[in-house]
């Protein structure tokens, strides 16, 4: 006959027997809900976005890791982008997806020039990007990379003036399928491919762009002032749009 000590180990271990069930449902869960919510959206999904809907103390990094390692021979592969998740065509069947009504325009060399600058040393300003070229750069250029979404208004310098500071986006990651910024090609990559003459100045150096969006020591965040300033919002704040 059982006592009271027998009963109660029975009943540990039966909760003992049944959690690993319960964690491999909730995870399980987890991983759908994940899968469902990235697949939905157009833009990244950050882990935030997902944790605030899958089951309460579900490791959010690791269901998004293991869903990764799941799709990584698949036609469609799950990406990180900036922190967050998104669903792109595997790199070695782009061939094969058709781009035409949704191309891009090709950016003129100045464009591609001044996308690199920013890429590779914001915060900057305009002022900075033309005394790295060496020539004036129109606004239309920039025009251009705002409008295509890679580039974006960071701050305000905090030096006479007060210049605008300039960053690339999420977007940017994303259509050049980097994870981060770290992820630019380096002096040796650049030369690898060609895109750097073999007679390059001996001092010449690629700069490790910034590795946070944070504004930095020097930088004052953008105002509804500034917006109307820039033009981006009609006085009042009420949108041009």
Sequence with gaps: MNGPDDDHRMDDEAAAATAPAIDAHRIGEAERIAEALVFASAQP????????????????????????ADYATRGVN???????????????????????????RKLSRAALEVLAIIAY???????EIEDIRGVQTSKGTLD?????GWVRFRGRRRTP???VTLGT?????????LEELRDLPGLEELKGAGLLSGRIPANFNVPS?????????????????????????????????
């Design 169 to 177: 986006t999420r977007d940017f990651l994303d259509h050049f399928g």
């Design 45 to 68: 999904v950050s882990e935030g976005f997902i944790a605030d809907r899958v089951p309460r103390g579900v490791d959010v990094r690791s269901v998004m890791q293991r869903l990764k």
């Design 161 to 163: 003036g007060r210049p």
């Design 121 to 127: 040393h914001q915060p900057v300003t305009r002022a």
């Design 144 to 148: 251009v990379l705002m409008e295509s």
């Design 209 to 241: 762009p910034l590795m946070s969006d944070e504004l930095t020591e020097d930088e004052d965040p953008i105002t509804q002032l500034d917006l109307e300033e820039l033009g981006l919002l009609a006085p009042g704040g009420a949108s041009d749009d």
């Design 78 to 104: 799950l990406i990180q982008v900036d922190g967050a998740w998104a669903f792109r065509t595997a790199a070695d069947l782009s061939f094969v997806i058709r781009r035409d009504d949704n191309e891009v």
